[in-house]
């Protein structure tokens, strides 16, 4: 998970090449951004994006670019960082000179690595809630476990206590276990 946009700068002979590493959400955040983005650098000659979302969505964009030489990459580099929710633009200033499908695949993949080096992230661990409902004298070694992980919970009191926590999924099968045996 990237914790703040990262920007880096690459320049192959004669063409700039502005990386955007961003945190997105959704599809429509992505269209937001690149529209942004183009109303920023009105001059630059394209601007190529990818994106992952931890929906298992993802997608990239050329721009213009031969096709192949752009969005391919720059998904690429995403993936092989196993980031999710978010989005690489590389905007391109034409330097004069062509560089060719090979120079562009790099020159595209060598920005979004850069900004990659440059960006702060933790790593997204998705969790599962669970609910039980338990007597008052199992609540109170239920909690004591959940207590013990450090595992924040939500309580309510009736008849049975009904006793709610989000946590990996491996704690939440131990403790799925463990609340058997009580």
Known sequence: MLLQPCDAEIEVK????????????????IKKIIQEYRQMHPKARHVCYAYVLKNGH???NDDGEPHGTAGRP???????????????????YFGGTLLGKGGLSRAYKDAAKEALSLAQMQEFIEKESRQY????????????LLETKEIEYQSEFADEVCVQYQAERAVCDEIDEKVKML
Do not use: M, N, P
């Open 14 to 29: 004669k063409s700039r090449f502005l990386a955007h590493l961003i945190s997105v959400h959704t599809a429509q955040e």
């Open 58 to 60: 993802s997608g990239s």
């Open 74 to 92: 720059l998904l690429e580099v995403l993936t092989h960082s196993a980031l999710v929710d978010v989005c690489v633009l590389v905007i391109r």
């Open 133 to 144: 409902r338990l007597g008052y004298a199992q609540f109170e070694k239920l909690k004591r």
